[in-house]
């Protein structure tokens, strides 16, 4: 048996490939055959249906074999700044939106914008073919797409007595909700919702809605000191009157969500993270509604490719390339076939080739509801996006549990956050 048909059978045989052909290189040879590799993060499950597509796009592309690579998404990251740093990088790699820019500012990424002829870039959803854009350049093609929403939970609110989110309500609207669902005590440790000032993503759709942003173009921050704190001070109130989730709590339900742990009522999220919460807490009924803003008519919200795929620009193979690239995404048989387990698909051919769960669906059926309010997206983060994300979210964890002051915090933050960036740099 070959390893390629042993990756279609086992998990075990999978990750056994995975090392295999991690150090291959793509190459032609004199008889015509082509080989590109292709590596994507995930468990054995996506490489199955993964490899499915791949047979699929050899069987049309005779001559082009696809060598597959997989790791989990922490050793997959590992495994590429390795290989970058060695020189090389799979033909064809799937890309994370925190790293794109660091990658393409590296020069390591092809500008498909040269692959116009094999990729095909008018069926995507809108505004979200640009958020694989870097410098003029096309870095990445999405793969799939999300965006935030309000997660909520329709038992809670009605045990509780209270009107759940709606269309055009604003943070202070929030706000009241909150404290009046804790208030109500439907069940033990529940509350209203969690500190939302914990996430940077959040503090950015804040900003976006009343024009502003995180990052600069050019990759520095875009606010000062004032603004973060003005953020942080946001949900003290509601800290302090513990109609939130405690810092306690949220440590010992770390990584589940609070929504789904029976701790909160709502929760900002990424709206593809509904099926994760099922599976956490699959006795609860979850609903989305809109993100509150203090602009209906600005939601700040926008298409964020949840994946996307790239070429290495090293590639001998750039057209062969391309066209696994443009069939991952475009193709509606390879569509049905991956199905949404890498988000919901970026283009509406792929889109409406897949069925869709009852769950998926609700996802579908949101984006639909704010398509009027989605703006475009921000210029990729820069490189260091990653571990300001995670300084952020250190920094708050401390000021919510009353270690330091948000003074104290808000001259941390751009201490540690900017040198976080200029080390990327």
Known sequence: MTARRTIRSTAAALAALALTVTGLVACGDDSGETTIRFSWWGNADRAAVTQQAIDLFESRNPGITVEPDFSEFADYWQKMSTQAAGGGLPDVLQMDYS???????????????????????????????????????????????????????????????????????????????????SRAEVAEGMTGGGDYTSQYHFMELWLRQSGGSFYTPDGAFAFGPEVLKQWWTRTEQLRAEKLVVSPETATQIDPKGAISSNVAATEISWDNFMARYIGEGPDGEYALAPVPSDDPAVSGQYLKPSMLLS??????????????????????????????????????????????????????????????????????????????EQTFRTIHEALSFGEITVDE???????????????AK
């Open 99 to 181: 790293y794109l820019r660091q990658y393409a500012d590296r020069g390591l990424l092809l500008d498909l914008g040269t692959q116009s002829a094999q990729i095909a870039t008018d069926a995507f959803r809108p505004g979200l073919l640009d958020t694989g854009v870097v410098d003029g350049k096309r870095a990445g093609i999405p793969m799939s797409a999300n965006t935030l929403g309000m997660f909520y939970r329709p038992d809670v609110f009605e045990q509780a007595g209270v009107e759940p989110p709606k269309a055009g309500w604003t943070w202070d609207d929030y706000h009241r909700l909150i404290g009046e669902v």
């Open 311 to 388: 070429v290495f620009s090293g590639t001998e193979e750039a057209e062969a390339a391309a066209k696994l690239v443009n069939f991952l995404v475009n193709d509606a048989e390879a569509a049905k076939i991956l199905g949404v387990g890498r988000g919901i698909p970026a283009t509406t051919t792929a889109l409406s080739a897949v069925t869709l769960s009852e769950t998926d669906q609700k996802v579908v059926e949101y984006e639909e509801s704010i398509a009027a309010l989605i703006s475009p997206p921000p210029p990729p983060p820069p490189a260091g996006a990653g571990s300001v």
């Open 409 to 423: 915090a808000v001259e941390r933050f751009f201490a540690e956050a900017q040198q976080a960036l200029d080390a």
